[in-house]
C-alpha cells in the first residue's frame, strides 16, 4: 500500500463536483458509497459519466441505481459488486444485465464478506486475508485470484482473499467540513471500510459546516485525512434517500428503470441525456428532476408515519 | 366464526415457525416474506430471538410499515441498536449467528442456490448476484431456504424451465454437496446448512443425507402437483401434514406491518388470489 497518497493533509479541500470527479481516471477501481436505495453519491456518479470516464472496474456490496447508471453509461469493464439489482421494488438491474450478458461488462461477482475482509486486509496493510466460507460455492469459479491454503496451525483448508486497496471510493455524507472530516448517519453500509482502504476519497456532502458544527451534530466517523476532496451539494443523493434530509424517490427511480428496461436507445434518450448528459452540472439536474417542490414532497416524511407511508403509496402493485 | 387469510400470510406463517427462540436471525434484504415473518416470530413464539434487518442492520427495530426497499431509515426505526458490515458477518464467520434466510432462481435437491446467472457453458441472464449469502450459507448454523416460484410456467415436461432443479448452473450458496460429492464435513463449514425449504406448493426438510424430503403441503396442493413442478424426483415424509394456518392473530400483525402489501410483490398473481379460511384455529379448505 505504498503508493497510497494518505494522509491528505490540506485545510481546504473544497472544489466543485467536476473538480471532485477530475481524481477519477480511465480503468480505475471504483468503490460506490452507500447501499441499495440510501446515501448513493449519485450527483457524483453523474458527474464521472459527463467526464467521461471509462473501464471502470466497481468494486463493493449491495448496489442498485449507481452501478446500473455506471454500465448503462458504458463507464464499467468489470464489476465485482456482491448484488446489483432494485430488489423487489423493480427486480433485476437492466443495464447492467445487458452489458453482463453481452460480455461488455466482465462479471467477478463477490460476496461481502469477502469484500469487508478483502478491505480489511489492506486497511491492515496485509496481502489477503482467509475466509473459511465460499468453499462450495461457484464464487470462486468468477475470481480466480482467491487461493486456497492448509492452515499452519489447525490443519484447515481456508480460502486466501487478497487485499482490495480501490484506486478511488466516492462517498455522500450528511455533513463535512473544508478539511475533509465527514459525519454520516444512519447505516454507515461500507463506507466506513472504502473510506480506510480506498486511494483517494472523493466526497459529496449534503450539507459543509464548521469543524464545530460538525462536534455539536455528533462529530466525524471519517476522519479529515483520509479524504482527498470535497464538494457541498444538496439532495447528492437523489433519488435515493439521504435521510434526515429526504427521503427515497421512488416515482423518479421508476421512471428511470422503465427507460433502462426499454433498450439502450430508450435508455440514452429518455434519461441519459436529459438528466445526465444535458445537464452542465447538479443544479441543472435538480432543476430538471422538479427543483424546490421535489424537495419538498421528499423531505415530508418528517412529518409523520403517514406521510410518510404516502411516499412509497403511490403505483405500488 | 370464520376469517380468511391470503396464501402470503400462510408463506409467512411457515417462515416464521423455522425460527427459535433465543437465537440471533438476519434476514437479508430484498425479502419482505421473510422480513414479516422474523416480526411474527418475534411478536409470538420467539420474543427473546435476536433480529438483525436486512440492509440496515439493526437490531429488534419496530418499523411503522414495510417500505418497498430495505436499506430504509423506515426499517431501523425503534431499534435497539445496530451492527456494522464487519460486525455481522464476523458474527457468521465465528459460527453465532443462528440462522440465516436464501433463496435462488434454481435451487437443487441438496439445497444449493443460484442467483447469479443462468446458462451452462455462457451467460444466458445475469441475475443480480447474492450479497453476502455465499457466505452465510456456509457459516449461519441454520438456514431457511424460500422461494414463491416453485410452480413452472404451464410447458411440456421437456421445455418446462423449474425452479427446483436437477442441477444449478451456477451454485451462489452453498447447500448441503457439492455437485461432485463434497459435504459440508468434508469442507469443514461451520454451519449446518438448510434446514426447511418453504415455497409456494409446499413445505419441505432435508434428510440425514441432506437431501429434500417433502413434509407438508397446503390446503390446496397435492404430492402429485408438487412432483410435476419439480425437476427431480423427492421424498416425501411418512408423517407427511398440511401446514397450520395463521392464527388470527398473526394474520393482523401481518397486515398491520405491511399496510402497503409490500410482499404481494413478491408472490405471483395467481398466488395473490389463493385464499384460505381460518375458523377458530381450525383449518378448512377454500378456492
Known amino acids: 500500500m505504498n503508493d497510497m497518497s494518505m494522509p491528505f493533509t490540506a485545510n481546504d479541500k473544497r472544489v466543485d463536483l467536476d473538480g471532485l470527479v477530475a481524481h477519477v481516471s480511465d480503468g480505475d477501481c471504483l468503490a460506490v458509497g452507500g447501499g441499495l436505495s440510501s446515501r448513493v453519491p449519485m450527483a457524483a456518479v453523474r458527474a464521472i459519466l459527463r467526464r467521461g470516464v471509462r473501464g471502470l472496474k466497481v468494486v463493493g456490496s449491495a448496489h442498485g441505481i449507481d452501478i446500473d447508471l455506471l454500465c448503462g453509461g458504458g463507464a464499467v469493464a468489470a464489476s465485482a459488486e456482491s448484488y446489483v439489482g432494485f430488489e423487489q421494488d423493480f427486480g433485476m438491474a437492466p443495464n447492467y444485465r445487458r452489458a453482463c450478458e453481452a460480455g461488455e461488462v466482465k462479471v467477478e461477482d463477490s460476496c461481502c464478506y469477502t469484500v469487508v475482509q478483502q478491505l480489511r486486509a489492506a486497511i491492515s496493510g496485509l496481502p489477503f486475508l482467509p475466509v473459511r466460507s465460499i468453499r462450495g460455492s461457484d464464487i470462486a469459479r468468477l475470481n480466480p485470484d482467491y487461493k486456497l491454503m492448509t492452515c499452519p496451525f489447525t490443519g484447515e483448508e481456508l480460502t486466501l482473499v487478497p487485499a482490495l486497496a480501490p484506486d478511488v471510493a466516492i462517498l455522500h455524507a450528511q455533513y463535512g467540513d473544508m478539511h475533509g472530516n465527514l459525519r454520516i448517519e444512519g447505516p454507515p453500509v461500507v463506507d466506513l471500510l472504502f473510506a480506510r482502504a480506498s486511494r483517494k476519497v472523493l466526497a459529496t456532502v449534503e450539507k459543509l459546516v464548521s469543524t464545530e458544527r460538525l462536534k455539536e451534530l455528533g462529530g466525524a466517523n471519517v476522519p479529515y485525512f483520509y479524504v482527498t476532496a470535497v464538494t457541498e451539494e444538496e439532495m447528492g443523493a437523489h433519488p435515493t434517500a439521504c435521510y434526515p434530509f429526504y427521503a427515497y424517490d421512488r416515482a423518479h427511480t421508476a421512471l428511470y428503470y422503465q427507460a433502462a428496461k426499454a433498450g439502450p436507445e430508450a435508455f440514452r434518450e429518455r434519461y441519459l441525456a436529459p438528466f445526465v448528459f444535458d445537464c452542465p452540472g447538479h443544479a441543472a439536474y435538480l432543476d430538471r428532476i422538479g427543483g424546490a417542490a421535489v424537495r419538498a414532497r421528499l423531505s415530508s416524511w418528517n412529518e409523520g408515519t403517514a406521510a410518510w407511508q404516502r411516499l412509497y403509496a403511490e403505483g405500488i402493485s | ?287
Open chain 2, 1 to 287: 366464526m370464520t376469517a380468511s387469510c391470503s396464501f402470503g400470510e400462510v408463506m409467512i406463517n411457515a417462515l416464521a415457525r423455522t425460527v427459535e427462540d433465543g437465537t440471533l436471525v438476519f434476514h437479508g434484504y430484498g425479502s419482505p416474506l421473510v422480513q414479516i415473518a422474523l416480526h411474527v416470530a418475534k411478536r409470538t413464539h420467539a420474543p427473546n430471538m435476536v433480529l438483525v434487518a436486512g440492509a440496515t442492520y439493526g437490531i429488534n427495530p419496530r418499523p411503522p410499515f414495510l417500505t418497498p426497499t430495505s436499506n430504509d431509515w423506515v426499517l431501523d426505526r425503534g431499534a435497539e441498536c445496530a451492527l456494522d458490515i464487519e460486525e455481522l458477518f464476523d458474527l457468521g464467520a465465528s459460527g453465532r449467528m443462528g440462522r440465516m434466510f436464501l433463496s435462488g432462481l434454481q435451487i437443487d435437491r441438496w439445497g444449493n442456490a443460484n442467483v447469479t446467472m443462468l446458462g451452462n457453458r455462457e451467460m444466458k441472464l445475469k441475475l443480480p448476484g447474492g450479497g453476502g449469502g455465499c457466505n452465510l450459507s456456509c457459516d449461519a448454523q441454520r438456514v431457511t431456504l424460500w422461494t414463491t416460484a416453485h410452480r413452472c410456467e404451464p410447458a411440456p415436461r421437456e421445455r418446462r424451465r423449474y425452479r427446483l432443479v436437477e442441477r444449478c448452473d451456477f451454485v451462489t450458496s452453498f447447500g448441503h454437496r457439492t455437485a461432485d460429492g463434497r459435504t459440508r464435513a468434508d469442507l469443514g463449514h461451520r454451519g449446518h446448512g438448510p434446514q426447511w425449504l418453504v415455497t409456494d406448493l409446499g413445505v419441505f426438510d432435508f434428510n440425514e443425507e441432506g437431501c429434500l424430503r417433502l413434509r407438508q403441503l397446503y390446503p390446496d396442493t397435492t404430492i402429485e402437483e408438487i412432483s410435476e413442478n419439480t425437476g427431480f424426483e423427492f421424498a416425501v415424509a411418512d408423517d407427511l401434514s398440511t401446514a397450520p394456518l395463521p392464527d388470527p392473530d398473526v394474520v393482523s400483525t401481518i397486515r398491520g406491518l405491511d399496510p402497503l402489501g409490500i410482499h404481494l410483490k413478491e408472490l405471483r398473481p395467481h398466488d395473490r388470489e389463493r385464499r384460505f379460511t381460518v375458523r377458530q384455529h381450525e383449518a378448512v379448505e377454500a378456492s
